[in-house]
Structures are given as C-alpha cells and as structure tokens.
C-alpha cells in the first residue's frame, strides 16, 4: 500500500498543477528532496506535464527530477494534457530521447493519443517512429483507441492496412 502524501509534497504537487514555478523553487530551496513527493499514482513532474505547465516540466526535466517510481511515464503524461498541443511531447523526447515508453498497463503514447482524439500528438509520435503496431495488456492497439475516440482521421492514420 502507498505511503499517504506529506504536507509538503501536497503543497509541492499543488503548485505543479497551478504553475507556481517560484513556489516549486522554494520549496526545493527549503531541502524537500524531489524523490520524497515521487509518488506512483503522483510525480511533479507529471502534474505539471499533465496540466500544461511547460515551465515546470522543462525545469524538473532539466534538473533531472524524473520519476523513478511512477506508474505513467512522463511521455505519457505529455499526452494526457487536455489539448492537442504537443510542446510537452516535444520536451519530454528531447530530454529522454525514448518513445518506446509504456505505462503499468502496457499503454503507448501513441495508444493515448489516438483515445483522445488528439491528430497533432499521433503525427508527432508516428513523425518520431512510435510503435503503431504495439498492444497493451489487453489487446487494445492505437488503431482501436482510434475508434473508440471516434476521429476518422486517426482511424485513417493508424488503418492497419495502412502500416508500412
């Protein structure tokens, strides 16, 4: 069973998600080591990359504050950001340079995207040789997220008669 979150990694995971970047600065001024709010269901890291907070990620990123002990990989985070914007893509590969990335249930990037609809992220993934081909632990692929999403263009991209 997890450990229950302290103050300061709640605090910490709050302003993640509301992009106070000064705020995450003291508080990692103040000794909280990053490790200590790492949590498997909750990273700094993909809070801010799960809401959009560029600034943030790039500093986690760049400072080396990934998680080790996350159930959702930080690419995958990316993906779940609510638009179809692929600036946390993009910042996560080109600080990890992996793709090849999947969450504790065997899911892709790309598997993500195509669920949300999200045509700008699956161009971006496939443009960065995602595995379209790939499956989770229960047999759905990108080209099932696709319909399920409902979005002809990436039931078109991700056709299996189209894969080459």
């Not at 302290?6 to 000064?22: E, Y």
């Not at 990890?96 to 949300?116: F, I, K, Q, S, Y």
């Not at 700008?120 to 040789?129: A, P, R, T």
């Not at 229960?138 to 997220?145: C, E, H, K, Q, S």
Request: neutral net charge; hydrophobic residues 40%.
């Amino acid at each position: 069973m997890n450990q229950p979150l302290s103050d300061s990694a709640k605090k910490i995971l709050q302003c993640c998600r509301q992009g106070q970047l000064n705020q995450v600065l003291d508080l990692l001024d103040t000794g909280l080591d990053i490790e200590d709010v790492n949590h498997p269901d909750f990273a700094p890291l993909n809070v801010a990359l799960k809401n959009g907070r560029w600034k943030i990620a790039k500093y986690l990123l760049e400072n080396q504050m990934v998680p080790n002990k996350s159930k959702c990989p930080p690419l995958i985070a990316a993906t779940q950001y609510q638009k179809d914007l692929t600036q946390g893509l993009e910042l996560v590969f080109i600080h990890t340079g992996d793709l090849n990335v999947t969450d504790h249930n065997g899911r892709t990037a790309l598997m993500t995207a195509c669920l949300l609809g999200h045509e700008k992220k699956v161009k971006y993934l496939l443009g960065n040789q995602d595995n379209i081909a790939a499956t989770d632990h229960v047999g759905m692929n990108a080209f099932l997220d696709a319909v399920i999403s409902q979005s002809l263009s990436l039931i078109h991209i991700s056709e299996p008669t189209r894969r080459t």
